[in-house]
Structures are given as structure tokens and as C-alpha cells.
């Protein structure tokens, strides 16, 4: 988390800033598989979740690369379809 600081009077006071993310009700499932992978998909979901931006579009593009290198080292006849995608094709 961050705090903007600032100094008044020789004295430091700083402010947390909020945070989309309540660390305490982070939910990290057993057991834990992949961790780099169950993180790019949590940043997905984030980035899905907040108004578009240029870091959004970052942050998706850059999971989205490593969600495609995960797919490629599947075995054949395996793969990662997003969730939504997968109940349209069912």
C-alpha cells in the first residue's frame, strides 16, 4: 500500500491512499499450482474490473503474453480458454 507524505512544520504526516484490494480478503486457493499463473489471471480480473486506462491496457496485455507461453508448454489437445468463451463454445 502507499501513503502520501508530506512534511508540515518539520513534521512528516502521511495519508494512506486507497486501494482496490483488501489484503485481508484475498482468497489464495490450495493448492497453490502455478503462482505465477493464478497471479496473471488475478490481474486480468482487476484490470477488468476498473475503468480502461492506459495501465489497464497494459497490465492486460502483459498477462495475456504469459497466459499465451503458458498455453504453448500445454500438452496437445489441452488448452486455456477464458472462462466466458468457454461457456459460449459449451
Same mark, same amino acid.
Given at each position: 500500500?502507499? #501513503?502520501? =507524505?508530506?512534511? %508540515?512544520?518539520?513534521?512528516? /504526516? =502521511?495519508?494512506?491512499?486507497?486501494?482496490? %484490494?483488501?489484503? +485481508? *480478503? $484475498? /482468497? $489464495?486457493?490450495?493448492? /497453490?499450482?502455478? @503462482? @505465477?499463473? +493464478?497471479? &496473471? %489471471? *488475478?490481474?486480468? +480480473?482487476?484490470?477488468?474490473?476498473?475503468?480502461?486506462?492506459?495501465?489497464?491496457? #497494459?497490465?492486460? #496485455? !502483459?498477462?495475456?503474453?504469459? $497466459?499465451?507461453? !503458458?498455453?504453448?508448454?500445454? @500438452?496437445?489437445? !489441452? +488448452?486455456? !480458454?477464458?472462462?466466458? &468463451? &468457454?461457456?459460449? &463454445?459449451?
Amino acid at each position: 500500500m502507499y #501513503e502520501l =507524505c508530506v512534511n %508540515i512544520g518539520g513534521t512528516k /504526516h =502521511c495519508f494512506p491512499l486507497p486501494s482496490l %484490494i483488501d489484503r +485481508e *480478503a $484475498i /482468497h $489464495i486457493p490450495k493448492p /497453490h499450482n502455478y @503462482p @505465477p499463473f +493464478e497471479l &496473471a %489471471i *488475478a490481474v486480468q +480480473e482487476l484490470v477488468q474490473a476498473v475503468p480502461a486506462s492506459d495501465l489497464s491496457k #497494459e497490465l492486460f #496485455e !502483459v498477462t495475456t503474453r504469459f $497466459i499465451q507461453q !503458458v498455453q504453448k508448454g500445454l @500438452p496437445q489437445g !489441452v +488448452e486455456l !480458454v477464458p472462462e466466458r &468463451a &468457454a461457456k459460449k &463454445a459449451a
